[in-house]
């Protein structure tokens, strides 16, 4: 589970994040939507300890990301907006870079590469160089890399974003499937449509802080609106914080 409890974070005389709260629970899909500026990406790096939040604390399993930041992202596994891959190593070769530096055991190590190949659908292009590699599996050595460590959370930052359609509609499988397995996903949308088709439950953001949270019928619902647009719009319109 990983939980946001009060975060604010500013810089300088700009607040980024004024009061975000939250917990995304273990065999859900919890999807983070608001309009660009909302603070979405700030709320998501303080929840990974690549920032520290001036007030307010995150945890993940239990443990305090900014006291204990080992002990947490070590159950977690994060997919940034930006990938980058080394271009001169082999897809193999850039997911087991990351697990040596997790403290992956050797033996562990190409069991977790083999297994995520399968999963992924890498096995035709795993022991090319990255250099050349399409969008679609850059992203999906990405996604192994993030998850060699076999984590308990996962956090995506816009994951389908970039991809093609085809792309798309693996990504959204991959999710539903880490899901299934019982796992916390966390990730970040600004696309309606895949925040409908995948979330258990919204956590809409706005002006830095949660306007509402809930499943996406009870957002229809409370909003009064028929389509979760409509409802996403009201919402971020109301400002009153819509907790559901």
């Keep these: 589970m990983i939980e946001a409890q009060s975060l604010h974070k500013a810089f300088g005389k700009v607040v980024a994040v004024e009061d975000v709260s939250f917990r995304a629970l273990d065999g859900r899909i919890t999807g983070i939507l608001g309009p660009n500026g909302a603070g979405k990406s700030t709320a998501l790096r303080m929840l990974t300890g690549l920032m520290r939040p001036d007030r307010g604390m995150s945890c993940v399993d239990g443990a305090d990301v900014v006291r204990d930041p080992v002990k947490a992202q070590r159950q977690i596994g994060v997919l940034p907006d930006s990938i980058g891959l080394y271009p001169r190593l082999s897809a193999r070769e850039n997911i087991s870079y990351f697990g040596q530096l997790t403290g992956v055991p050797p033996r562990k190590l190409e069991t977790q590469i ?59 499988e991959i999710i539903r499937r880490f899901r299934d397995q019982g796992r916390c996903v966390l990730f970040s949308s600004h696309i309606m449509q895949e925040v409908a088709a995948l979330c258990d439950w919204i956590v809409v953001i706005a002006r830095g802080r949660v306007v509402a949270q809930g499943t996406p019928d009870d957002l229809r619902r409370t909003t009064g609106q028929a389509n979760l647009e409509d409802a996403f719009v009201a919402a971020i319109g109301s400002g009153e914080g819509l907790m559901l």
């Design 114 to 172: 083999s297994e995520l190949a399968t999963l992924l659908e890498m096995n035709e292009f795993l022991d090319r160089r990255a250099e050349g590699f399409s969008q679609g599996q850059r992203l999906k050595v990405a996604i192994a890399r993030s998850l060699i460590h076999a984590p308990q959370n996962i956090i995506l930052d816009e994951p389908t974003n970039g991809l093609d359609v085809m792309s798309t509609r693996a990504m959204r």
